[in-house]
């Protein structure tokens, strides 16, 4: 049991010194980049078609038309709730606005979600 917690405090400890996000918050950065890359329209259409920003997808103007949020699909199972399109949306309307400015370019927006990952 000692050894057991020892390697696991180390390996906390060589993922901090590395820079090195653990697996699942790795994964959430991996989807949000892709994000980021479908709205400034460097992916392929088959994925930037499950980005959708609120503004295009309504007819009326919105409140969070201004805060750059996605719109977020209807699924019907949690096996659903995994895929690209629902998980994309759901992913990057929770992070802080600061981080969905338009004008972030690709390595500053990388830097900035990696900051704030590290920080959850």
Known sequence: ??????YLVLGNIWLLWL????????????????????????????LADDCRLV???RVRRLRSADTR???VGRTQS?????TFAAAAPRLWNSLPPDLRQPGLSYGQFRRSLKTFLFGQ
Request: hydrophobic share 45%.
């Open 1 to 6: 049991m000692k050894v057991a917690m020892a």
């Open 19 to 46: 820079h090195w996000l653990p697996v699942r918050q790795r994964v959430d950065f991996k989807i949000v980049t892709l994000v980021h890359r479908s709205l400034s329209g460097h992916i392929p259409t088959y």
């Open 55 to 57: 503004t295009d997808a």
């Open 69 to 71: 949020t996605l719109a």
């Open 78 to 82: 949690t096996f659903g709730d995994r």
